[in-house]
């Protein structure tokens, strides 16, 4: 079955980056991109980026353009996305999901969620 | 940016109750949309995809419709497993964007 497995939670100080992982298993990982969002408490979901397991090509949010950085890693089919120059406003649960391709147009599998506490 | 804005914010019910949620577009998405139901402390579950198709394995009492800038979620007989909240979700490959969510609630 398909599985998406996130590591897990993280505190850091204001400035400093954070990288979660999201390791994907049950299915071809090359075939399906990855979707990264967050949601803070109190906030509407909101999407960070996406990227094609299989070539690395990214797609990210104009928001978080230049501080969001999406990769994979197709021998341990995992994806990571890191952020950097974090602020409090970044304290949110951060959550992968699968792309449901063309046939669906949604994310079908979410990971568990990572929350990222951001405090000094 | 497209805007999604979903209508009520928070909804109370009872068991068996007809309920609709409301999600508009602030321009044109076709039937791009998708409704997710999220309980404490889990990830969001895909309900509807394509404004209208039953994901595998959610009960028919479920439904979708709408096309272009509105669109509905339907829930015909509300079960005790329904009381959540639910996002509606603008999806293509440039961008995505989600409704501020409706609470379901008992009354």
């Known amino acids: 079955q398909v599985q998406l497995v996130q590591s897990g939670a993280e505190v850091k100080k204001p400035g400093a980056s954070v990288k979660v992982s999201c390791k994907a298993s049950?299915?071809?990982?090359?075939?399906?991109?990855i979707h990264w969002v967050r949601q803070a408490p109190g906030q509407r979901f909101e999407w960070l980026g996406w990227i094609n397991a299989g070539n690395g090509y990214t797609k990210y949010s104009q928001k978080f353009q230049g501080r969001v950085t999406i990769t994979s890693d197709t021998s341990a089919t995992t994806v990571y996305m890191e952020l950097s120059s974090l602020r409090s406003e970044d304290t949110a649960v951060y959550y992968c999901a699968r792309d449901g391709g063309w046939e669906l147009l949604c994310f079908d599998y979410w990971g568990q969620g990572t929350l990222v506490t951001v405090s000094s | 940016d497209i805007q999604m804005t979903q209508s009520p914010s928070t909804l109370s019910a009872s068991v068996g109750d007809r309920v609709t949620i409301t999600c508009r577009a602030s321009?044109?998405?076709?039937?791009?949309l998708a409704w997710y139901q999220q309980k404490p402390g889990k990830a969001p579950k895909v309900l509807i995809y394509?404004?209208?198709s039953l994901q595998s394995g959610v009960p028919s009492r479920f439904s979708g419709s709408g096309s272009g800038t509105e669109f509905t979620l339907t829930i015909s007989s509300l079960q005790p497993d329904d009381f959540a909240t639910y996002y509606c979700q603008q999806y293509n490959s440039y961008s995505v964007h989600f409704g501020q969510g409706t609470k379901l609630e008992i009354k």
């Open positions: 394509k404004a209208s």
């Open positions: 321009q044109s998405i076709n039937r791009w």
């Open positions: 049950g299915y071809n990982f090359t075939n399906s991109p």
